[in-house]
């Protein structure tokens, strides 16, 4: 599809859908999987009808690594594979299915208690048993230690030399640039990503879409891969101790323009975003395509 030239739209938060459904806070997200698959059904539908060309699986915490922190790591594969069942049987073929993988809940050594082949061979099982349910890509996300995303897109390597794969980081912004919380720039993360076997790059997470903007230009400056971009609807801000992301529909979708204009190839949402946000994204990309 991105052979195609077009923009594509993925899909928006996976998280603020499941909260908005009943998800408690505290409680393993991708328990939902197990418990409540129609629920995914029902939020790949909602992004579908937004006019998502990419739907992702609920499963960014679906590595063993990360499962332990809910003593569920012996169900991994079987979390996985209902997660993108569960996809698939919202969208068929008239949407790509992507499986979300999010970090591992450890610092790699030497910063904390995890090695690298630990890492790597729990987001290759997390992988395989995404691959084998039949995703057509990977989508490596939000992450902030560029060791950590580079395991992760070996890992897909490990699984599969041709199925396409992103990996996109949260950068915040500093007096000298952009960097992780780790200390990737953006320079650095677009190339060993790259080195690593990336076919898609970016950035989403951790920031609203006129930052993203910025940063979707620096990437354009280092990289001439495929771009991928999904901004929060803004930085959250409590009011009434409830979490409200302030940039609407209509905000993020007039700004998007600009990332079209920078050549990003894919744009979607990230924390906050809805499936109302995604349809005037939608509409925006339309006009200019």
């Not at 609807?233 to 700004?255: I, N, Q, S």
Request: charged share 20%.
């Amino acid at each position: 599809m991105l052979a195609a030239g077009r923009t594509l739209v993925a899909d928006g938060a996976m998280g603020t859908m499941l909260f908005k459904k009943g998800l408690a806070s505290g409680d393993c997200p991708e328990q939902v999987n197990l418990d409540h698959p129609y629920w995914l059904e029902q939020i790949a539908s909602a992004y579908l009808e937004a006019g998502s060309d990419i739907v992702e699986t609920n499963t960014f915490g679906g590595s063993p690594l990360k499962l332990a922190q809910y003593s569920l790591e012996d169900k991994t594969e079987e979390i996985n594979t209902a997660a993108v069942r569960a996809a698939r049987n919202a969208v068929g073929d008239r949407a790509l299915v992507a499986a979300s993988c999010g970090p591992c809940g450890h610092l790699l050594k030497p910063y904390g208690d995890i090695e690298p082949e630990q890492v790597l061979e729990s987001f290759e099982r997390q992988i395989r048993a995404l691959v084998d349910a039949g995703v057509d890509l990977v989508c490596v996300e939000t992450m902030t230690d560029l060791n950590e995303a580079i395991l992760a897109v070996e890992a897909c390597r490990r699984v599969s030399s041709s199925l396409p794969v992103s990996a996109t980081m949260t950068f915040d912004f500093t007096p000298n640039g952009y960097f992780t919380i780790m200390g990737a720039s953006i320079e650095q993360a677009a190339h060993d990503l790259a080195d690593a076997g990336a076919d898609v790059v970016g950035s989403n997470c951790g920031n609203g879409i006129v930052e993203m903007i910025r940063i979707a230009a620096e990437f354009k400056k280092h990289s001439n891969l495929p771009l991928l971009i999904q901004s929060n609807a803004g930085l959250p801000e409590l009011k009434d101790e409830t979490l409200v992301y302030p940039e609407t529909p209509v905000f993020m979708a007039g700004r998007s323009r600009r990332l079209i204009d920078l050549g990003v190839n894919i744009i979607g949402g990230c924390c906050g975003t809805t499936p109302e946000h995604i349809a005037a994204i939608r509409a925006e990309v339309d006009r200019a395509n």
